[in-house]
């Protein structure tokens, strides 16, 4: 069974500054994995999805990286802006159609 | 043009009601999913149908019962609200060739008091 970690639960950095989440999980035969992004009240939006076979994914500021011998994703943002405050949950995917999630890291973008 | 949507945003409701959760997508997608998000904020999936063909039913109570009327829409129908029922449930979607990519609604908040 997939389990999915995520250290720390909150991060609060001033404006600017870049955001490295961690996400580790236990089960190195991972289908993919995907970062998603939470505002207080409402639903996930998917940010990067990064496939098993590839090692990292890139979209504007934002890049995640996955190394499956060691358990890891890494989600970084660039030059964090106030509007980048929300939480973020990694999941891992395995190939029987589910998705194990971490708890997620509340993030806090000091203007 | 919601991809996701569920109905309602919002219910609040007494222990030992029956309430109904609607979600219906219109991206296409032939795989459908309910997950729950507890108060400590941990999502875990609780039934997922396939073309309207149940294919993961986790340990659930069977209180919890979904129902699929067609491709494009999973609704979830609980019966004797308890307390510990109160949560954040997310409808979700996927197509069957890529179904972990999955495309998650705006959540329906539920409170049992």
């Known amino acids: 069974k997939q389990e999915v970690t995520q250290i720390p639960a ?55 990286s ?12 660039a030059a964090s802006q106030p509007g ?14 589910k998705l194990s999630f971490g708890a997620g890291t509340t993030v806090t973008v000091r203007a | 043009d919601t991809a996701v949507s569920q109905t309602p945003k919002y219910l609040v409701t007494q222990m030992g009601n029956d309430k109904s959760i609607k979600c219906e997508q219109n991206l296409g997608h032939d795989t459908m999913y309910w997950y729950k998000q507890d108060s400590k904020k941990f999502l875990k999936i609780m039934f997922s149908y396939n073309n309207k063909e149940l294919i993961i039913n986790e340990t659930v109570p069977n209180r919890f019962s979904p129902k699929s009327p067609d491709k494009a829409h999973l609704n979830l129908h609980i019966n004797s609200l308890e ?31």
């Open chain 1, 10 to 64: 909150a991060l609060s950095v001033p404006e600017g500054e870049n955001l490295v989440l961690n996400c580790s999980f236990t089960d190195s035969a991972i289908y993919n994995l995907q970062w998603f992004r939470q505002d207080p009240g409402k639903g996930l939006t998917s940010l990067l999805l990064i496939q098993s076979s590839q090692r990292e994914q890139t979209s504007g500021r934002l890049n995640a």
């Open chain 1, 66 to 77: 996955l190394d499956k011998s060691s358990g890891r994703s890494t989600l970084y943002i």
């Open chain 1, 84 to 97: 980048d405050s929300a939480t973020y949950l990694c999941a891992g995917g395995s190939n029987d159609y």
């Open chain 2, 83 to 113: 307390l510990g029922d109160s949560a954040v449930y997310f409808c979700a979607s996927s197509h069957v060739t890529r179904y972990n990519e999955q495309f998650f609604g705006p959540g329906t908040r539920l409170t049992v008091l």
